[in-house]
């Protein structure tokens, strides 16, 4: 399916837990475009999965990297990119990919993002004693940033079919 908007991209972007990736393989799959997770290419690229990155060098190396990584696939046609959570936090990354992609904002409540997410120690910035508190504070500080994409959809209380379904619809 060729996008109606005059871009070719539709990039996934919101916080951990909201549906991403899981909507971005539904999505592409529904379109017949390619699936680009940034960060599974941050970790072919660097040999590392992304905790050992933050804990071995930190989130400010590993947003470094990430911008990197956003700068090549921004450059890429007729993909559905899925970004980190944290992605947006740097202008230049929400400009490159808005150049040649519609920005999709997946966004879940903080009890929501709570129960996806708990228990996976693979998510490097809620190993904390609080991690809903955790949750609130880095939506609360990340929500300009998502406000400023294209679409925004709330998927607390969708099904991811039902999320993909909305996304077709509102990037048409």
């Not at 916080?15 to 799959?29: D, E, H, N, S």
């Not at 990430?66 to 899925?82: F, R």
Request: charged share 35%.
């Amino acid at each position: 399916m060729k996008l109606c908007v005059k871009k070719s991209n539709i990039v996934l972007t919101g916080f951990m837990g909201t549906g991403k990736t899981t909507v971005g393989k539904l999505l592409a799959r529904r379109l017949n475009l390619k699936l680009v997770d940034t960060d599974r290419e941050i970790e072919k690229k660097t040999g590392m999965d992304i905790f050992d990155i933050f804990d071995k060098y930190g989130e400010e190396r590993f947003r470094e990297i990430e911008t990197g990584v956003v700068e090549e696939v921004a450059k890429l046609n007729n993909c559905v990119i899925v970004t980190g959570g944290g992605t947006i936090l740097k202008r230049e990354n929400i400009e490159r990919l808005r150049r040649n992609g519609v920005v999709v904002y997946l966004h879940a409540e903080p009890d929501v993002v709570y129960k996806r997410v708990i228990g996976d120690k693979s998510r490097p910035l809620l190993q904390s004693i609080e991690p809903l508190e955790k949750i609130k504070e880095l939506m609360n500080i990340r929500k300009p940033f998502y406000e400023n994409c294209d679409i925004k959809i709330d998927t607390s209380r969708l099904t991811v079919e039902e999320v993909v379904t909305e996304t077709i619809k509102k990037i048409k």
